[in-house]
């Protein structure tokens, strides 16, 4: 599976992005999808992931009510729904595929495809 992200840029504060995430090569819609980011300076972090339909979506503390992961099966993308950025949400964003256990979601260990980054930088 290739998996292809876009839709970063820089925005201001209280401003929205929308991220997409386009796969290829695989089944996609038997994958657990998630989104994952790295600030500067920091290590890796979960911020939401997708069990193969909207109902079942998962979120980092730190992101929900603000971020909304969805999917749509027939074009092999998912997206992100960036809402009411802060500057501490600026990070390289990187979508990521596989097939954790629930309890494991979080883990980025878990994933076997990632895509190439794409930088969100939110000014003050």
């Known amino acids: 599976v290739q998996l292809q992200a876009s839709g970063g840029g820089l925005v201001q504060a209280g401003r929205s992005l929308r991220l997409s995430c386009v796969a290829s090569?695989?089944?996609?819609?038997?994958?657990?999808v998630a989104w994952f980011r790295q600030g500067p300076g920091k290590e890796r972090e979960f911020v939401a992931a997708?069990?193969?339909?909207?109902?079942?979506?998962y979120y980092a503390d730190s992101v929900k009510g603000r971020f909304t992961i969805s999917r749509d099966n027939a074009k092999n993308t998912v997206y992100l729904q960036l809402n009411g950025l802060k500057p501490e949400d600026t990070a390289v964003y990187y979508c990521?595929?596989?097939?954790?256990?629930?309890?494991?979601?979080?883990?980025?260990?878990?994933?076997?495809?990632w895509g190439r980054g794409t930088q969100v930088t939110v000014s003050s």
């Open positions: 990521a595929a596989g097939r954790p256990a629930l309890s494991a979601i979080r883990s980025s260990d878990m994933y076997y495809y």
């Open positions: 090569g695989g089944a996609f819609s038997s994958y657990v």
């Open positions: 997708s069990r193969r339909n909207t109902d079942n979506s």
